[in-house]
């Protein structure tokens, strides 16, 4: 496996001695291994400098995974006595481990008990700058995404909204995205009037109405690929102070996406959007980064934040998203995923232009 | 808050020193307190043994939660280093910790690096004990969450499903509990014709048809309380010896549900299952427990298995869901939830004779 090859020599460059791997993204990216539901259960790839690894897992998948080396346990064991053998023969006894990021505690308390002075360290040190670069395939599974999304939209304003609640239509969008892929990436959000104002809304009972303006943000995941779009659309007449603000914002995201090209730093494409809406007199109304990566994971690196130093690279991924929210008024985000080639490539194209319904 | 008063006395009881609480559905019994989305930012509440505690949370929290010492960090902060004085301060440096089962290890290492000396236990060794117990208030929700499940029961049967998926029908089940409660409690297992002898089947593309025996297994959340059933159907006209199977699991679950009462241990329940079936020689085919306790979570204790001594006391609610599968047939499960009073009472009480559709 190539990927775990790799792994292997960032891992020995950086001098740990072994890791610790729970299913998760990090566990799919680096084997393919996406083992269903095993919270309550140890399931736990165990690697050594020496690149020797031995699989831990219930015998419930036996017949759903395989490597080369494993040992599947029985309800009626224990695994911490396999556990305790694995350590053994892999000679990792302690030293600079490597644990997987969203390991539980409990998992985690009871390995650490079978290690002698061991410092731990979260997997993801490594595993972030591998999976921030995306390969072709990637690319490609990101762009089905991406289209899929796109998809929903327009089927989604196709729809009429006027008496549906906010929940209500975050749950037809949701289903759309079920239909079309492996799952959502998140939880839609749907903020209408005043509830946009709040960029973190949570889909309540509140049913649209005409004059609204409203925030669709939502995502779908295509062989374990994350997309995520937002749009903002109009109901009925729209008022002026946010067809106004819609402007600055579809203006500040084109102008952050143009400002996109390999060797910049994630801050500069931050600085582009912010830019173009402190000018306009928005400043103090956009509180968020401007973006976020997006991959197996839909919050990862690069974050397109003031403050990263982060140069850019082909194959990096991540999502451009300003937003201005006013207070008792409401808010517009307008957010595209894009890639970095020599220059950036939107992965998803649904209008940009004010949609009034 | 009561229930944190009862903590803290199991804490000093035990001698603990102190408890590392992340949100989950420990935090949410103890406190209340359900943000949504956390993972990536430190929210933990600090109790030491004299009952002192401090909230950490970041900003986005701030007007969703309420904690009488607390301290929201911004972005810019670093938790950690707050988190440093607030160990401090509550004279939490070591010893005997109970943490949060579910915390991230990306936490966890960070928080093990202040503390000197220090011994963790799993949280839930006090929090299970607790919440094994229901009161009048809990035992409501869940009798509201196993209604729920009713309804969608007799909904979904409704339809035509003759020519559906299996990931179709569970999609729709899943919609509909979505309308009536807070979600669902897991992913709905439909299983339908030879999938349903693997009893953690996942839903695939195969389309139910005339002669299948399709297993439903689903679950509402209603105000955090979980409930979860399983009906078999049938479709058209019904294979012989699925027919037979099925009057052996209903009665093999009647048969447990019979036995329970308060005094007896969970093993006796699961032996009043299992013995009902191993007479009819379908023994080698039970190949699970024959259930678990359900609460905030959909598998807790107490488990209804061979080997749990534990004795069965008033407000303990738990599944009994016995199961026969048998390879390139098919399978029958039927699962009510039931709440222990002086004897026990069904949560669920959907149609429980074969349904033909």
Redesign the interface.
């Known amino acids: 496996m190539d990927r775990m090859k790799k792994f292997l020599e960032f891992l020995r460059e950086d001098d740990y001695d072994g890791a610790l791997i729970t299913p998760g993204s990090n566990l799919y990216y680096l084997t393919g291994m996406a083992p ?2 095993t919270e ?1 259960r140890l399931f736990l790839l165990l690697v050594n400098r020496e690149g020797e690894s031995v699989l831990i897992a219930p015998k ?1 998948y036996e017949n759903e995974v395989e490597w080369e080396n494993s040992v599947f346990w029985s309800d009626e064991e224990n695994p911490y006595e396999i556990l305790e053998r694995v350590l053994a023969s892999l000679n990792l006894k302690g030293g600079k481990i490597l ?8 998992f ?2 009871h390995i ?1 008990r079978l290690l002698e002075d061991c410092t ?3 997997l ?1 040190v490594i595993t972030r700058e591998m999976r921030m670069r995306k390969d072709e395939k990637e690319l490609s599974l990101m762009k089905k995404a991406a289209e899929i999304a796109d998809k929903v939209f327009y089927e989604i304003i196709s729809r009429d909204l006027v008496g549906k609640s906010e929940k209500q239509i975050a ?1 037809e969008i949701e ?1 759309l995205i ?2 079309l892929a492996d799952g959502v990436s ?2 839609p959000i749907v903020a209408s009037g005043k509830n946009a104002a709040n960029p ?1 809304h ?1 889909p309540s009972e509140r049913k649209i109405r005409p004059g609204d303006f409203v925030i669709l943000d939502f995502g779908a995941k295509y062989e374990g690929y994350c997309s995520d779009i937002t749009r903002t659309i109009a109901i009925g007449h729209p008022n002026e102070k946010l067809k106004e603000i819609y402007e600055v914002v579809k203006e500040a995201q084109e102008s952050a996406f143009q400002s996109v090209r390999e060797g910049i730093k994630a801050k500069d494409v931050d600085r582009a959007a912010r830019d173009y809406i402190s000018e306009r007199g928005y400043g103090n109304y956009f509180i968020h980064r401007t973006g976020h990566g997006l991959g197996l994971e839909v ?1 990862e690196e690069p974050y397109i934040s003031q403050t990263n130093e982060r140069i850019l690279e082909k194959g990096m991924t991540f999502t451009i998203e300003p937003g201005i929210y006013i207070p008792n008024l409401g808010g517009v985000r307008i957010e595209d995923d894009v890639a970095v080639e020599k220059k950036g490539k939107r992965l998803t194209n649904a209008e940009r232009e004010l949609v009034i319904l």
Do not use: G
Request: cysteine-free.
């Open positions: 269903q539901a309550e419930l644990v997987e990021d969203t390991m539980r505690a409990s985690l308390i650490e731990l360290y979260p993801s749950l289903f079920r239909e998140f939880s973190h949570t919050h």
